[in-house]
Antibody
Framework: EVQLVESGGGLVQPGGSLRLSCAAS????????MNWVRQAPGKGLEWVSY???????FYADSVRGRFTISRDNDKNLLYLQMNSLRAEDSAVYYC?????????????WGQGTTVTVSS | SYVLTQPPSVSAAPGKTATITCAGN??????VHWYQQQPGQAPVAVIY???DRPSGVPERFSGSNSGNTATLTISRVEAGDEADYYC???????????FGGGTRLSVL
């Protein structure tokens, strides 16, 4: 079964750091581009970052310079390193995979991990 | 940056047709994807590439895209269709994925 499982969320103080992980199973992560998408409480979906199978990377303006997306293909893991966190980064963070051969649409989603930035 | 505008809410009676719009500058030149999100759950794709239904999505869901407006149409609306719906594109000029603000469909 194709599955994505996020972890690493939690409560962090403003200015702090967290690293989110997304464990892929049922498929080979190296063959797919991946996205991180977040959703603040009661708000809509917001794209965060993209990494291609060849490691081309894009970021939303709101996180560029603070967040870093990466992947460990040997471990079938996707990461999102989040530094200099702000209250407005509080959200459920989803990793999402496109259909085979695609890039920017989302087919498989994880269940999400919650990040709360608060003092 | 590219902006997608959706109505905050749409309502339809069971058995009727719901239409959700997604407005963007020359959106007809882009590929539009649509997602359904039930409360407390991850989104699920209901339309890819303007009008393609993923496997398992009922034929009641259809999409179109032309000019400055993309449209998601849900025919014969059911209570289970009550959810938030989001449109999404890839903006090549900014190298950004862009989501619309979302539309809550209420089934009366």
């Amino acid at each position: 079964e194709v599955q994505l499982v996020e972890s690493g969320g939690g409560l962090v103080q403003p200015g702090g750091s967290l690293r989110l992980s997304c464990a892929a199973s049922g498929f080979t992560l190296s063959s797919f581009s991946m996205n991180w998408v977040r959703q603040a409480p009661g708000k809509g979906l917001e794209w965060v970052s993209y990494i291609s199978s060849g490691s081309t990377i894009f970021y939303a303006d709101s996180v560029r310079g603070r967040f870093t997306i990466s992947r460990d293909n040997d471990k079938n893991l996707l990461y999102l390193q989040m530094n200099s966190l702000r209250a407005e980064d509080s959200a459920v963070y989803y990793c999402a995979r496109p259909p085979p051969g695609a890039a920017f649409e989302m087919d498989v989603w994880g269940q999400g991990t919650t990040v709360t930035v608060s003092s | 940056s590219y902006v997608l505008t959706q109505p905050p809410s749409v309502s339809a009676a069971p058995g009727k047709t719901a239409t959700i719009t997604c407005a963007g500058n020359n959106i007809g030149s882009k590929s539009v994807h649509w997602y359904q999100q039930q409360p407390g759950q991850a989104p699920v794709a209901v339309i890819y590439y303007d009008s393609d239904r993923p496997s398992g999505v009922p034929e009641r869901f259809s999409g179109s895209n032309s000019g400055n407006t993309a449209t998601l149409t849900i025919s014969r609306v059911e209570a289970g269709d009550e959810a938030d719906y989001y449109c999404q594109v890839w903006d090549t000029s900014s190298d950004h994925v862009v989501f619309g603000g979302g539309t809550r469909l209420s089934v009366l």
